[in-house]
């Protein structure tokens, strides 16, 4: 283990960094290059006034159309712990982020493995949403298969016919994967707006106005 840490340590160590007008383009020591988009950067800032780091969740402050469509730096460095350190300009001007090169790294969108991905299909009025019967999902997995595609592909899919118990529904999220307990305060399988506990924390739980968004990068 201690040989493989020493492997992948340069991965996460920036050697280098120059911004341009829309973004900020990192060489790390591994000799990989990535590109990050202001936009992308500012969306997914981790200081207070943003983002809850015990929950992992978005502040409701935060929202994504208040956010400049170019927002500009006015400083960009490297601090002495190696992280990326933005002082944002324009609009933004004041807002100060700070990430961790580990995680910049783990969410690259310039790596060669995401290129092989299907290409998101774009909605307009044209759009045809795809209905899947939940027995053919549950014991075909070539049906299966053709479900989560469309899930990538298109962001939708409908199941039909399928049994209004809370079995069933547990039986199809593992038909698809490991069921894992995140960050949200209650049962999985349960919404219950009367937790003011989980309403103090967790957008999804309270009753007021969900604001456009773009869901977290853990």
């Not at 795809?130 to 299966?144: A, G, I, Q």
């Amino acid at each position: 283990m201690t040989t493989l840490l020493r492997q992948l340590k340069p991965a996460f160590c920036i050697k280098s960094m120059a911004t341009s007008d829309n973004g900020v383009e990192i060489t790390w020591k591994d000799g990989h290059q990535s590109f990050y988009h202001n936009l992308w950067l500012l969306d997914s800032c981790r200081c207070p006034k943003c983002f809850q780091r015990d929950t992992l969740s978005l502040n409701s402050g935060h929202d994504l159309l208040k956010i400049p469509l170019n927002p500009t730096t006015e400083k960009v460095t490297i601090d002495p712990e190696g992280n990326l350190d933005i002082v944002w300009g324009g609009q933004e001007t004041g807002h100060h982020s700070v990430f961790d090169p580990s995680w910049l790294r783990v969410h690259c969108y310039n790596d060669p493995a995401l290129k092989q991905k299907s290409k998101p299909q774009l909605w307009d009025a044209s759009v045809s949403i795809s209905y899947f019967d939940y027995h053919e999902v549950m014991n075909d997995d070539d049906v299966l298969l053709s479900y989560l595609n469309q899930l990538v592909e298109l962001g939708v899919a409908i199941i039909e016919n399928a049994p209004n118990d809370e079995q069933s529904f547990r039986a199809l999220v593992e038909r698809v994967g490991p069921l894992r307990q995140r960050y949200h305060p209650t049962n999985v399988f349960t919404m219950d707006r009367q937790n003011t506990v989980a309403q103090a924390i967790q957008h999804s739980y309270q009753l007021g106005r969900l604001r456009n968004h773009t869901d977290v990068t853990a």
